[in-house]
């Protein structure tokens, strides 16, 4: 049975958040993952390319293009 509303949005953006922090192996710092609007939106910064690319990829295993944005900074 799926959930709607705050709490299955709730469980989404932990779920995220989690997926997010598992494969940059801690390289992101001040990870925020909120929902705006109906998309799961992951912010934070990483230290490289590739350590943005494993947040993007761990966010996209669990959303949709569609319901996802980001604002990860390289530096």
Same mark, same amino acid.
């Given at each position: ?21 598992? @494969? ?6 001040? @990870? ?27 966010? @996209?295993?669990? @959303? ?12």
């Amino acid at each position: 049975m799926l959930r709607n509303g705050p709490e299955a949005a709730a469980s989404l953006v932990e779920r995220v958040e989690t997926k997010v922090r598992q @494969l940059t192996h801690g390289r992101i710092r001040n @990870l925020v993952v909120e929902e705006v609007a109906g998309q799961v939106v992951v912010s934070g910064q990483v230290p490289s390319r590739h350590a943005k690319q494993l947040a993007l990829h761990g966010a @996209l295993e669990l @959303l949709s293009g569609d319901r996802f944005c980001e604002n990860i900074t390289i530096g």
